[in-house]
């Protein structure tokens, strides 16, 4: 089959390798029909974080149809239409029964990468999230947002979630990437009312309006500080949503939490004291949140729901549509910020 | 009017000083009527923080009955008896009415001494807890635990609240003091199922068990983990409430703490590096939560009624009472472990 595989930094290619098999009887093997690039592939194509050369292990996001199960699986059947999260949660072990199925007990590393014609998911019966009908039943807009239901938009909601957002809040979100992006929406969700999206970038800037940001800053340091705080009458935001992992995105969101707010994090940290927070923290009751996203937790209490209505279109942070022959280009155009997110149609 | 006043580390005397006057018309002169020591107060005993010889800077924690009222004052009148939290809260600043009354934007300093005959209480309306009745209405032990709900009582709940205690968990508690033991009091009242005490103290682990505690753990470090784990099927505590803030108890908490459980802080933090455990945490979906306690709120959300009725009888931390004059006596006994906790007799 075919399948993204990374050479090296910056470039990937797509090369036939042998088509992965069912191996546990908890697995199901999926014929992928969109797929996508993150953000977090890209801190490897760029050499940020190291990848083995060779080897198919970029993209984690993707939706499919189900082509054959383990024995032992009993929720899902040839055929079925999926949501392929990133985590693959067992669903009975304690994290995974208390909704954090990121840190499964029973959880073996998923090898392979979604950016290729099929992928071996395991734990199945506890990670896969079912679609109701079949892709032909989908427009092109909803197949996209579908295909953020395995990584951004719970991702982002997680955030929010984490953060305590409530009715009537104001909120700040941190990164207008493709997951804080889908954070406004989380924030919506759980009825933020005011939300400022920190961006300095127009298309960006654009959808987090769409998305339901009411206000756009474009300051860093401390002139983002000082405007929030005006913004916020001097007191602080309800909650803060940091989706960047950056030693300055992080200190901002620090200076704009009000007393009892939290902070709440799901980009992946890197090179940021937070001892330097921890007296502010202690002396304003300001938490720290966030982790790894419950992906079929948030899909299965709200998400699909939302997306199957039409209430949120989270698909609108794919900008730019590829085939998988053309998977070096959906990295290209990502990594040169020339779309805010890369979908890879595989199949229909 | 006799107060007590730090002389120099291990020296605390009673020493004739003028009495406080109304400066603000938002001030209330209160005659107290119980006092205590605090820890706190035994780390400026013990020459860890800093304190000014000669000034009466030690205790913080109150019941009494009000003097004289500042003319701006509404709520509170000559004669009425209330608890005088160490919070000054205005009680109509953002952080005040999100109930982060530690956090008022419209605090100033305050100055002087609880252990002592009169106090000046600043932000009289937003910060006092009105006890109906007299302290002739009460006995010994309930206006001991009254005493409780300007510190220990309402911060060892707010441990437990802000860590996100609910029915049916199993919560962690680190420390065996006064806040410690609360906090056992606080997991219980929001419905924990296992409360598990750390304490290698009889007297102190006799009390967390009459409290509500349902096991003891006397290990610490390593061993204490293991138990810990055991105890939880492997998969940690659903709430750790850390009521010490050093070093080592910081370390065991995040390293029992299940994937998605808070790790709530009211213990002053003290050289603990959290750097550390921000990948842990960010994969377990763990949480840093707590601080300064929100005193007024709790007391009137709910200890106050849960004291009255007899539900709850927090004063059973103080194991030892002593006169004014008996001052020292009552910094003594407890920086020897003689004594949980000093209750300072001051007036009836």
Redesign the interface.
């Known amino acids: 089959m075919k399948s993204a595989v990374f050479m090296g930094t910056k470039q990937v290619e797509l090369v036939d390798i042998e088509r992965p098999k069912i191996e546990k009887p908890t697995d199901a093997l999926i014929k992928i029909v969109r797929a996508c690039v993150c953000g977090s592939d890209l801190w490897r194509y760029r050499g940020i974080f190291e990848a083995k050369s060779g080897e198919p292990t970029s993209g984690h996001e993707a939706i499919g149809i189900i082509e054959e199960v383990g024995e032992d699986v009993k929720n899902f059947k040839a055929g079925d239409f999926v949501i392929v999260p990133f985590t693959h949660g067992c669903g009975h072990?304690?994290?995974c029964l208390?909704?954090?199925e990121?840190?499964c007990?029973n959880a073996d590393d998923a090898h392979g990468t979604f950016q290729a014609e099929f992928y071996r998911a395991i734990n199945a019966d506890g990670a896969l999230v079912k679609i109701p009908g079949q892709p032909s039943d989908y427009t092109e807009e909803q197949l996209a947002s579908l295909t953020t239901l395995s990584d951004v938009m719970p991702t982002g909601f997680h955030a929010a979630k984490?953060a305590g957002v409530k009715a009537g809040d104001t909120v700040v979100v941190f990164g207008d990437g493709a997951v804080g992006l889908c954070a406004v929406i989380g924030a919506k969700l759980l009825g933020a009312k005011r939300i400022i999206a920190m961006s300095r970038h127009e298309d960006r800037a654009a959808l987090a309006r769409e998305f339901g940001a009411t206000d756009i800053v474009a300051e860093r340091g401390e002139a983002a500080v000082k405007k929030l705080m005006e913004m916020t009458?001097?007191?602080g935001a309800?909650a803060v949503l940091e989706c960047v992992g950056m030693k300055d995105s992080v200190e901002t969101a620090f200076q704009v939490a009000?007393?009892?707010a939290?902070v709440s994090?799901v980009g992946?940290?890197n090179d940021?004291?937070?001892?330097k927070y921890?007296?502010k923290?202690?002396?304003?009751?300001?938490?720290?949140?966030?982790?790894?996203a419950?992906v079929k937790r948030w899909d299965e209490e709200i998400l699909l729901e939302k997306v199957l209505s039409g209430e949120i279109n989270p698909g609108r942070v794919f900008t730019a549509a590829y085939s998988l022959d053309e998977i070096q280009q959906a990295y290209v155009d990502m990594d040169e910020r020339k779309t805010i997110k890369s979908l890879i149609k595989v199949s229909d």
Request: neutral net charge; glycine residues 16%.
């Open positions: 072990c304690v994290p208390a909704g954090f990121n840190s007990e984490q009458n001097g007191s309800d009000r007393a009892g939290n994090r992946l940290p940021v004291d937070y001892n921890l007296d923290m202690f002396r304003k009751n300001i938490g720290l949140v966030g982790g790894i419950s």
